[in-house]
T-cell receptor
Framework: GEDVEQSLFLSVREGDSSVINCTYT??????LYWYKQEPGAGLQLLTY?????DMKQDQRLTVLLNKKDKHLSLRIADTQTGDSAIYFC?????????????FGTGTQLKVEL | EPEVTQTPSHQVTQMGQEVILRCVPI?????FYWYRQILGQKVEFLVS????????KSEIFDDQFSVERPDGSNFTLKIRSTKLEDSAMYFC??????????FGPGTRLLVL
């Protein structure tokens, strides 16, 4: 079955860039997502990328996709304390319509002053 | 901006009791989902629902679970006889024409 893995923790200083990595096993993944979860809160969609793209930029966020290595990363530029949260990558295949998301384990990002 | 809402935000129940978790998806969305997240673990898919029927379910979604869209706005998850291991955060999500699922804030269920 599908599997999505992430490192558990990342600590950065405010103002630095953060890079959160994710690997997945399903070669038929078509969409890959990044969600943010703040303590006690729900899942906020940050961005997503279609599998025929290798990069997507949205303000401070840059998503890189290496489909050959099945590796996805999320770069947050100028990381702020408000970025402290758990970040989940997720994948779906055969298009997003109706298909379940498979989530990674989540990476806890801690931003220090 | 439209959003998915869920009620209640917290529910405490006794083992063996039935619970119903409620969700109001985004109004023009067609696909509906339930996921759960046991404390400290990853978010797991439970079930997807389209055109008034289940389109996919996971092995977690056994006979104790059921879903229903009783009217044009609500989407419910029922657990018939709760177990201790059902304690988790339950998220509802909905999907429209696009490719992104939008999640509600979750219901935290505690089974004692």
């Amino acid at each position: 079955g599908e599997d999505v893995e992430q490192s558990l923790f990342l600590s950065v200083r405010e103002g630095d860039s953060s890079v959160i990595n994710c690997t997945y096993t399903d070669s038929s993944s078509t969409y890959l997502y990044w969600y943010k979860q703040e303590p006690g809160a729900g899942l906020q969609l940050l961005t997503y990328i279609f599998s025929n793209m290798d990069m997507k930029q949205d303000q401070r966020l840059t998503v890189l996709l290496n489909k050959k290595d099945k590796h996805l990363s999320l770069r947050i530029a100028d990381t702020q304390t408000g970025d402290s949260a758990i970040y989940f990558c997720a994948e779906t295949h055969r298009g997003g319509g109706g298909n379940k998301l498979t989530f990674g384990t989540g990476t806890q990002l801690k931003v220090e002053l | 901006e439209p959003e998915v809402t869920q009620t209640p935000s917290h529910q405490v129940t006794q083992m063996g009791q039935e619970v119903i978790l409620r969700c109001v998806p985004i109004s023009n969305h067609l696909y509906f989902y339930w996921y759960r997240q046991i404390l400290g673990q990853k978010v797991e898919f439970l079930v997807s629902f389209y055109n008034n029927e289940i389109s996919e379910k996971s092995e977690i979604f056994d006979d104790q679970f059921s879903v229903e869209r009783p009217d044009g706005s609500n989407f419910t998850l029922k657990i018939r006889s709760t177990k201790l291991e059902d304690s988790a955060m339950y998220f509802c999500a909905s999907l429209g024409v696009g490719e992104t699922q939008y999640f509600g804030p979750g219901t935290r269920l505690l089974v004692l």
